[in-house]
């Protein structure tokens, strides 16, 4: 036998009152008191009750379906960002339909119009390392999808942002390595298309400079996953030239280069302290666990949903840039100050 889903109705008659009144309770609406308001959402998450989704379509003429862009799901940053939106999404009886992009602008492109075509009210996004033409994102914006950007943007559009600080993050990273009695530095950086990785390469510049240090460009090194990381320390360690202290750009990089050095059995933080940056589940695994940078993905994720969210049904022109903290993490591939 099937099952009876919860309706409006059904509330409303346990409670005596009308429909309408649980309706805006539900909403939160002004003109409904806060004793209603308990009354009807406590029964409501007692009796499990969800709205239905194709009714909410219909009177608003929306899908109440968000679009998401990665690079790559498995990736744990991602992930977790992925996590903090469907949270938000979900109270707010939205769905999500996750695409990746696979670190491709053509399928990047792909992704954007699949996601039109599936009527989606909103898109968030990430953008690929390689993405230089940013005409299918102004497409969508042409269309009057709204996009908020995360973590990696696309300089010229204006269009709602949620980021970290990035500049500061590298900055506060590489000065603690400095404090910790680290003299030779180098930074594994990503690709300087990235606004995030210009943006850690100059924090990490600039803690040098003020720290009465000398910097020029061969401290900046280009390594941005695990496999690069890795070479790169094997071709230092082969030419006489492994520095006391490492900042990467991501924790993966810095995975690769703990692998590396303990494969040579180079003390860390010994002789080589390493420095990473996500916090991802990646850093609790490598030997020694990882120093790193709490990028906090779930919060950055969640408040894009409820960016997108409220420009979607308030029809707001204001656009916003929103940035989430960030703090370091200290493990055992850095000494302690």
Known sequence: MKSHQITIKDIAKMLGISASTVSRALKDHPDISTETKEKVKGLAKKLNYKPNAIA???QSNRSRIIGIIV?????HFFSTVISGIEEYAAKKAYNIIITQSNESSEKEIDNCRTLLSGRVDGMIVSRTKDTEDFSHFRNVLKTGTPIVFFDRTCHGIKTDKVIIDDYKAAFEATEYLIKTGCKNLLHFSGPENLKISSKRMWGFADALKRNGFNFDENLILQA???KKGKELIFKLHKEGKLPDGIFTVNDMTAAGVLNALNELNVKVPGEV????????IISKMTYPQLSTVEQNGYLMGYTAAEILINKIENETEEITTKIISTKLIIRNSTKKI
């Open 56 to 58: 909410l379509s219909l």
């Open 71 to 75: 690079p790559q799901i498995v990736h």
């Open 224 to 226: 941005d996953t695990f």
């Open 273 to 280: 302290s390493v420095f990473g940056f996500t916090n991802g």
